[in-house]
């Protein structure tokens, strides 16, 4: 999500955090990302591939042998096509109409409108009634068996009926926004970005805006890479709040990203101001390589994605540094292949897994610059193989990579013997994580499979 990815509080102390943050990704983007294809309690879904220029099934011509009949789609009088939004957890479609015959088939059809996909799938929802000349059905769609969807989010949805004479009828097509409107929300919008807050004057909104830009410009001078449709940014005052548009919300959850739609949600007051600014800048970061690589074959390796988002919030932190000196020091550093699957959710290896992939980047900008990065997620866009990618900008592979950059760390950190220890893991456990990386990317890479 490409998929939902919520991330923790910034002063979370919980020993287990990171198992459970594992377990909540994986289980909200799965449920989220099984939306488009939802179970449902009374029907039997179908997802229908369309292409995305289809159109409506048109009725068929009456037939000659009843000349007197009119056209068949004039035959339904349709008196209401509705759907009530309760977000986030239900949106209840409501369909009411008439026919001289009796009406015997009715289908709800849906689709997500603004997530990003190479072809437009629909659901289509068989309902249950009993057939008569008059109906007035309901068909609930209950996300917390199919998983959430982000404020934001746009449905597209049309009903198609048929009657015992064999006519058959589809409604136009109608867009629901599937919004938190909970609070009352303002926004603010520069350079395909939108931030929309309701807590906090218009200064607080301008400093994020103006955090938001500053780390697109950074991310632009570095690699190249830039935002290539409109985002959304929605500012909620507090975790609780955050928590509340979530299906299932942990306690620890801070906010979620949902690269596929664009969508950022985080909680931000001005008690962690700093490290909303952080996760801003990671996750944004997220977004514009979701974009410039987004192809229906492989997504680019983790160290990459992940080193490029952490990059961008800044140097890097003292702990991540340490975590890096100690495993030198111990030889215990992972290989950039490891680093190409989903990171360990263990706080050890994850930390490591971060500051490595950090490093990483850090040694592709500094000794091949900007053009060499640019073209890396240009090629990763067109599908390429990691090996394939690397050899074809940088002329050496996986391996040649690890061994690079091994050399280029040592210089960076030289270690004096004798004085660089293993961190204690009560310290990595227990320090402040920097913003946004306590995303799963084990969820994100299913999620991006199934999808
Ligand atoms: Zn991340």
């Given at each position: 999500?490409?998929?939902?990815?919520?991330?923790?509080l910034?002063l979370?102390?919980?020993?287990?955090?990171?198992?459970?943050?594992?377990?909540?990704?994986?289980?909200?983007?799965?449920l989220?990302?099984?939306?488009?294809?939802?179970?449902?309690p009374?029907?039997?879904?179908?997802?229908?591939?369309?292409?995305?220029?289809?159109?409506?099934?048109?009725?068929?011509p009456?037939?000659?042998?009843?000349?007197?009949?009119?056209a068949?789609?004039g035959?339904?009088?349709?008196?209401?096509s509705?759907?009530i939004?309760?977000?986030?957890?239900?949106?209840l479609?409501?369909?009411k109409?008439?026919?001289?015959?009796?009406i015997?088939?009715?289908?709800?059809?849906?689709?997500?409108?603004?997530?990003?996909?190479f072809?437009?799938?629909?659901?289509?929802?068989?309902?249950?009634?009993?057939?008569?000349?008059?109906?007035d059905?309901?068909?609930?769609w209950?996300?917390?068996?199919?998983?959430?969807l982000?404020?934001?989010?746009?449905?597209?949805?049309?009903?198609t009926?048929?009657?015992?004479?064999?006519?058959?009828?589809?409604?136009?097509?109608?867009?629901i926004?599937?919004?938190?409107?909970?609070?009352?929300?303002?926004?603010?919008?520069?350079?395909?970005?939108?931030?929309?807050?309701?807590k906090?004057?218009?200064?607080?909104?301008?400093?994020l805006?103006?955090s938001?830009?500053?780390?697109?410009?950074r991310?632009?001078?570095?690699?190249?890479?830039?935002?290539?449709?409109?985002?959304?940014?929605?500012?909620?005052?507090?975790?609780?709040?955050?928590?509340?548009?979530?299906?299932?919300?942990?306690?620890?959850?801070?906010?979620?990203?949902f690269?596929?739609f664009?969508?950022i949600?985080?909680?931000i007051?001005?008690?962690?101001?700093?490290?909303?600014?952080?996760?801003?800048?990671?996750?944004?970061?997220?977004?514009?390589?979701?974009?410039?690589?987004?192809?229906?074959?492989i997504?680019?390796?983790?160290?990459?994605?992940?080193?490029?988002?952490?990059?961008?919030?800044?140097?890097?932190?003292?702990?991540?540094?340490?975590?890096?000196k100690?495993?030198?020091?111990?030889?215990?550093?992972?290989?950039?292949?490891?680093?190409?699957?989903?990171?360990?959710?263990?706080?050890?290896?994850?930390?490591?897994?971060?500051?490595?992939?950090?490093?990483?980047?850090?040694?592709?900008?500094?000794?091949?610059?900007?053009?060499?990065?640019?073209?890396?997620?240009?090629?990763?866009?067109?599908g390429?193989?990691?090996?394939?990618?690397?050899k074809?900008?940088?002329?050496?592979?996986?391996?040649?990579l690890?061994?690079?950059?091994?050399?280029?760390?040592?210089?960076?950190?030289p270690?004096?013997?004798?004085?660089?220890?293993?961190?204690?893991l009560?310290?990595?456990?227990?320090?402040?994580?920097?913003?946004?990386?306590?995303?799963?990317?084990?969820?994100?890479?299913?999620?991006?499979r199934?999808?």
């Open positions: 999500m490409k998929g939902l990815r919520p991330f923790k910034p979370d102390k919980l020993i287990s955090k990171d198992v459970k943050r594992a377990v909540l990704f994986i289980l909200t983007v799965f989220f990302l099984s939306a488009a294809t939802a179970c449902v009374t029907g039997k879904p179908l997802d229908v591939a369309q292409d995305k220029t289809a159109a409506p099934v048109e009725a068929p009456a037939k000659p042998a009843e000349p007197a009949k009119p068949a789609t035959q339904f009088n349709v008196l209401n509705s759907v939004p309760d977000f986030p957890g239900k949106l479609f409501n369909l109409a008439e026919n001289g015959a009796n015997t088939d009715i289908r709800l059809h849906y689709t997500v409108v603004d997530r990003e996909a072809a437009r799938v629909a659901s289509e929802v068989f309902i249950e009634f009993t057939p008569g000349a008059s109906i059905v309901q068909w609930p209950d996300m917390r068996k199919t998983g959430g982000p404020t934001g989010a746009i449905i597209e949805y049309w009903w009926l048929k009657d015992a004479r064999g006519n058959q009828t589809e409604t136009t097509p109608a867009k926004n599937f919004d938190d409107k909970r609070y009352a929300w303002q926004s603010i919008t520069e350079n395909n970005v939108t931030l929309y807050w309701y906090g004057n218009q200064s607080f909104a301008d400093e805006m103006a938001v830009q500053q780390a697109l410009v991310l632009a001078d570095n690699t190249g890479a830039h935002l290539k449709k409109p985002v959304k940014l929605y500012i909620y005052a507090n975790s609780r709040d955050v928590q509340g548009a979530m299906i299932f919300p942990q306690e620890w959850t801070g906010g979620a990203a690269t596929e664009g969508i949600f985080l909680g007051d001005s008690s962690n101001l700093e490290w909303g600014k952080g996760a801003i800048a990671h996750e944004l970061s997220h977004l514009v390589v979701h974009q410039m690589t987004f192809n229906p074959y997504e680019p390796p983790p160290w990459l994605d992940e080193g490029l988002a952490t990059y961008n919030q800044g140097a890097l932190d003292a702990t991540f540094v340490g975590a890096l100690a495993a030198m020091s111990s030889n215990s550093l992972s290989s950039t292949r490891s680093l190409s699957s989903p990171f360990s959710a263990f706080p050890a290896q994850s930390y490591l897994a971060y500051a490595q992939s950090y490093s990483l980047v850090e040694y592709l900008l500094t000794t091949y610059g900007q053009s060499k990065m640019l073209e890396l997620l240009t090629v990763f866009s067109e390429s193989s990691y090996d394939g990618a690397l074809k900008v940088y002329g050496f592979d996986m391996d040649g690890d061994t690079a950059w091994r050399s280029y760390v040592a210089r960076r950190y270690l004096t013997k004798g004085i660089i220890r293993p961190l204690p009560a310290l990595i456990r227990n320090s402040i994580e920097p913003a946004g990386i306590t995303l799963d990317r084990l969820a994100r890479v299913r999620a991006e199934r999808s």
